[in-house]
């Protein structure tokens, strides 16, 4: 074993003995011998943000490079050189303090790190991430260097005086200030990144469809179905509109509610869901763009998206006082009878408080798969078919329509368990549904 170690900073370092014995032991830990050659070097800040910037056009200072050997040289009666490894003793020195162990311990291990870089580990994917982790537990556990730890060999500051002397520094040295910030920024970084990548959603490869251009038209009513789907499902805010949309649907049962004062009540209620759609939207593209980065435009961008929101729901609020305000003290002036009157407006109100629910239940309730109009929870196309059959069978005096039009949602209930694209347990669901709400509305305001 060779271990060619340079220190190119005016700290001293005697650490010798434990980077051979670091190196050595992930050597051993990967079952290799120790004919090999290392080479270790020490930088500062300025050094290793240089390299940083000119081989790997990254432009801030990070804690350890790894440079294997493309090609494997090998000498007759020589050890095999495996790579270079150079390690920023300042930002070891930040991480040891941020980490709260010592210093020797952080050389360890960004030593061990290094050297698994230099036998072919990465952490660019999941899998190896952890794989790689696995591989330096082990090694730190065998080397037995603790949290803790402390060592006679190496006079490094204890947590009181390197805590004086950055004070001090940073007094007279506005740059440690940055260097320390830009540090607690990057591990926020990837800590959020990490919390992000674990969701399966996120990173999701997208597989494009080829369409005709009819079948593209047609799809883009599937693509704005899923897109509300998803938004209920996933945003706690789109649930509370659609439950208050049911509640307003069912309020305006009770009051004499003119045509025109419906169409201004349902713009207001749409107004409101179709901005936070758009927030929805914006806040995902906004975190993709960002890329796990807790930046201030980002930041302002969201705030700004929920405050469009914010006015439209003020907006839905005047609205709705200016349209219910008068009607509630009038409220019993015969209100139930001239429902009653209009079976056709019950007709309309329970289709959509089909519809509505509908679409609450299936994002909800999403079980992973299926699309808007394939699979869910339950069954639209059942619910809604057998709302209208029972709406038919309740305002018809003819056995023989009755008939046809339960025959008719069957159908539509067949087909789409024939097609494969409810279950059994979906559709009867949307039976239930459809049937449970037509007879509720007709039932107490019929």
Known sequence: MHLLIENNTEEKIEMDADLERTVKEVLKTEGLGEDYEVSITFVDREEIHRLNR????????TD???????????????????????????VAKDQAMEFGHSLRREIMYLTCHSTLHLLGYDHM???????????????????????????????????????KEREEAAKNDEKFLEFRDELKEEIK????????????EYGKIYTKENLSHGQKFLKGFDYAYEGLVFAINHEKNMKFHILACAIVFVASLFFNISRIEMMFLIFAISSVIALELVNTALENAVDIAADGRWLSLAKSAKDVSAAATFIAALNALFVGYMIFFDKFLNFYDSVILRIARRPSHLAVISI??????????????????????????????????????????????????????????LIVAESRYEADIHSTKEIIRGAILGISVALAIFGIFS
């Open 189 to 200: 970084e990837e800590l959020r990144l990490e919390q992000r990548y674990a969701n399966a």
């Open 352 to 409: 959509s408080l089909i519809i509505i629910i509908t679409i609450f239940l299936k994002g909800v309730f999403y079980e992973g798969h299926g699309t808007a109009f394939r699979g869910g929870f339950v069954s639209g196309h059942t619910s809604v078919s057998f709302g209208l059959a029972t709406i038919g069978i309740l305002l018809m005096d003819n056995p023989m329509v009755m008939i046809l039009m339960a025959f008719m949602a």
């Open 64 to 90: 350890v490079l790894s440079f294997p050997l493309d090609d494997t040289i090998d000498l007759p009666d020589a050890d095999k050189m495996l790579g270079d490894i150079v390690i920023c003793l300042d």
């Open 54 to 61: 000119e081989f790997r056009d990254v432009d801030r200072p």
């Open 125 to 163: 994917e999941e899998d190896e991430k952890r794989e790689m982790r696995r591989r330096e537990k082990e090694v730190m556990r065998n080397l037995r260097v603790f949290k803790n730890d402390d060592h006679e060999n190496f006079d490094h500051m204890d947590k009181n005086d390197y805590e």
